[in-house]
């Protein structure tokens, strides 16, 4: 069993192959989810000198207890449930809660209520069914805030949704109008 500070820098590593660059570490993910086999993220991770005694157990044991639920085993395949960057990983498109949240920090208020909610460096903008998982993401960047994403405003403006798994759900972009703040600190909402 990992110590919390070695189950968080695997995970770490982890993100890093499933997510932005499998490449870099001799790993090929399934175009169509994402996803390679168990075995074959074992070792490449293995390979790290830092990582050599990773087992399949520690694997496991980071997924299990991953706050956000980052990644997900499906029989002997495993993949990384959203946030790719290197390749855009296809999802079936779904139909939402009337609400999901999005966590994000002052610094970028201004430019979401102007342009809306865009994926910068990722493939697709992150919501989710609960405050829970937007304050966690949010809260890594800054000073919190909250924004209620109306999701049928969003849909009538053409956009799709998809359902990354546990709570998460996926969108190209969100019209600035379809975004409601939740100030932190006391403030009112916008």
Not at 128 to 155: C, P, Q, W, Y
Request: charged letters at 25%; a negative charge; proline letters at 5%.
């Amino acid at each position: 069993m990992l110590i919390k500070a070695m189950e968080e820098s695997l995970s770490k590593l982890m993100t890093k192959i499933l997510r932005h660059t499998p490449g870099e570490f001799g790993v090929v993910l399934e175009p169509e989810d994402g996803s390679c086999s168990i075995r074959t993220l074992l070792e490449a991770i293995q390979a790290q000198p830092k990582w050599a005694s990773i087992s399949m157990d520690d694997i496991e044991q980071v997924v299990r207890n991953s706050e956000k639920q980052r990644f997900a085993i499906e029989g002997e395949r495993i993949r990384a449930r959203y946030g790719h960057s290197h390749e855009r990983v296809q999802y079936p498109a779904g139909e939402p809660p009337a609400i999901l949240y999005h966590g994000t920090n002052k610094k970028a208020l201004a430019s979401i209520l102007m342009e809306g909610l865009n994926p910068i460096h990722r493939q697709y903008v992150h919501l989710s069914e609960s405050t829970n998982f937007a304050t966690l993401a949010g809260s890594r960047r800054g000073e919190l805030v909250l924004l209620k994403i109306d999701t049928l405003h969003v849909k009538r403006s053409g956009i799709e949704f998809y359902f990354a798994g546990n709570e998460v759900w996926l969108a190209d972009r969100v019209p600035p109008e379809c975004c409601l703040v939740i100030l932190s600190n006391d403030e009112e909402e916008h």
